[in-house]
């Protein structure tokens, strides 16, 4: 395997599973608030996965451009956003969460270096998983289906001064036709996208949770076993912000 930088790998893995997405995303953000405060000695790798289907929106993304919100509305589906950037995307059952946090004591890397840190490592170790994916676009991951470069895996960042958070999806059984009920094309995309709708742009891995999640580990060295974690701040975080319709609706 290529050398490459890396954020203070070895990591450690926090197998905490909360039971909402809001709560997950708000873990992330703790995590990321103690690696900028200086408490994060090692960076922390977590695998999560939705118990039911949910929209959110990036952290910049407008309401109306991205969803359907009718649909949403007739399906059940809840609507929340998380702090990171990029697009709005559709997780669930069948749709692996992965998240990295790491403090950074100086500089930050550039935006473009951080996509290589995480991806390039991932990519390889999914790879050895059976499933040959490669990187396109500023942060996809794509396999090929029937000759066509589909993508498996969105991801988006939120860089503080002295830490970053990276985290994304990894479809691998997820129920496709639901994105197109409740996300409208989005307003931007990837040159290899080259207008599909997301029927034909998107795929699953198919190599099974486990196996997916032994990937993300090994992709971080990420062996030993964090066990703190706050939960007094995530019940904040989901209290004063991301159930909060001023949150999720500030970009109509």
Known sequence: MSQR??????????????PTVAENLALDEALLAEAHAGRLASPVVRTWMPRRPTVVLGSSSHVAREIDL????????DVVRRPS?????????????????????????????LHAM???????AISAAGRRVIRRGSSDLALE????????????LRVRRHAVLYHG?????????LISRLLRHPPREP?????????????????????????VHRA??????????????????VHERYLEASWTQRLP
């Not at 070895?10 to 599973?17: G, I, K, N, Q, T």
């Not at 999806?169 to 036709?177: E, K, Q, S, V």
């Open 145 to 156: 289906v029937d000759g066509d470069e589909r993508k498996v895996s969105g991801n988006a």
């Open 5 to 18: 930088p890396r954020l203070g790998a070895p990591a450690d893995r926090l197998d905490v599973d909360l």
């Open 191 to 215: 040159d290899y996208r080259a207008g599909r709708g997301h029927g034909a742009f998107l795929a699953n891995l198919a190599v099974g949770r486990v196996a997916l999640e032994r990937a």
């Open 169 to 177: 999806t990894l479809l691998d059984d997820f129920d496709l036709d």
């Open 220 to 237: 971080f060295a990420a062996e030993t076993v964090r066990l703190q974690w706050s939960p007094e701040t995530v019940a904040m975080l």
């Open 70 to 77: 009718e649909a949403c509305r007739a399906e059940g589906i």
């Open 118 to 124: 995480m991806l390039d490592p991932l990519c390889e």
């Open 85 to 113: 950037g990029g697009l709005t995307v559709v997780i669930g059952p069948g749709c692996l969460m992965w998240s990295v946090v790491a403090a950074v004591p100086e500089a930050s890397p550039a935006i473009d270096q």
